[in-house]
């Protein structure tokens, strides 16, 4: 069953994802060369205090840590260490979550460490950011769960690749539904799977975490043996990016952008929701 939220609940989702959006801003801040993964652990701890919010990550399912730091060729679930000191030239991945009063948001963006980084590095970020905000933009009324999953796979796949080859897109993990939980129904492919169908409807009051996983090689994963650290089979390095997104009766509203989508939005031709919070 699919949550459908009301207005007022979707104001309280958007303050959750204002939290994550200052988690982002201050993480992204302190993803420098000599940092660890830990350091940025504490950093969002710092700011989720400070907001009066609750990590969502934190404990579920027994994960350890307060978000997930995936560097490299870790796709998503990297659990942040005191042993994993970033270098010039890497690149992380941050997905983190907060709760409000029993209501939750969820995102991910993708950061560059230091500066040397490699164009196909700068494009492969470019282009899992720009899939994402596609999926976004096809969240509107009349739509089915399946155009968002086809927007996504479609931006990707008309990209050149530098050098060649193609992009591989995430086939085990992808976006979901999110309310009073983290993760609920329905999951969101990054990819048209005929054999499931167009999927719901989308109607004012759904509610997705849009995320787009995408590597410069193949699409398989495998977990290593913390059960959580999710690494690229071939050990191509990945992008993540993910963003909390509201269907309302006025239009989608990022509920984890600092503006809600409205500049973003705007560039696409689609007039982003008010935002419930002024």
Not at 142 to 152: K, T
Not at 153 to 158: L, M, W
Request: a negative charge; glycine letters at 12%; hydrophobic letters at 40%.
């Amino acid at each position: 069953m699919v949550q459908i939220k009301s207005p007022e609940q979707i104001a309280k989702m958007r303050e959750a994802g204002l939290v994550v959006a200052a988690i982002h801003a201050a993480t992204r801040e302190a993803a420098v060369p000599g940092a660890t993964t830990k350091d940025l652990d504490q950093v969002a701890r710092k700011v989720l205090a400070e907001h009066n919010a609750k990590p969502n990550f934190l404990g579920y399912g027994g994960f350890p840590a307060t978000i997930c730091t995936s560097v490299n060729d870790v796709v998503v679930h990297g659990i942040p260490s005191d042993d994993v000191v970033l270098k010039d030239g890497d690149v992380i991945s941050i997905d983190c979550g907060a709760i409000i009063d029993g209501w939750h948001g969820d995102a991910a963006y993708t950061a560059f460490v230091g500066s040397g980084h490699s164009p196909e590095l700068v494009e492969l970020s470019r282009v899992t950011e720009e899939s994402m905000w596609a999926g976004i933009a096809a969240m509107k009324q009349g739509n089915r769960l399946v155009d968002i999953s086809r927007a996504v796979e479609t931006y990707i796949r008309r990209q050149p690749k530098p050098g060649g080859g193609k992009y591989g897109i995430i086939e085990d993990y992808g976006g979901h539904g999110i309310g009073t939980e983290m993760h609920m129904d329905p999951h969101l492919l990054n990819y048209v799977d005929r054999k499931r169908g167009k999927g719901p409807k989308l109607v004012p009051g759904f509610c997705l975490a849009i995320e787009p996983m995408v590597s410069l090689g193949t699409p398989k994963t495998k977990v290593l043996s913390d059960d959580w650290t999710v690494i690229t089979t071939d050990g191509t390095w990945s992008s993540h990016w993910e963003h909390s997104v509201a269907l309302t009766e006025q239009g989608p509203l990022v509920l984890t952008a600092p503006d809600g989508g409205k500049a973003k939005l705007a560039e696409m031709g689609i007039t982003a929701a008010p935002d419930p919070l002024g």
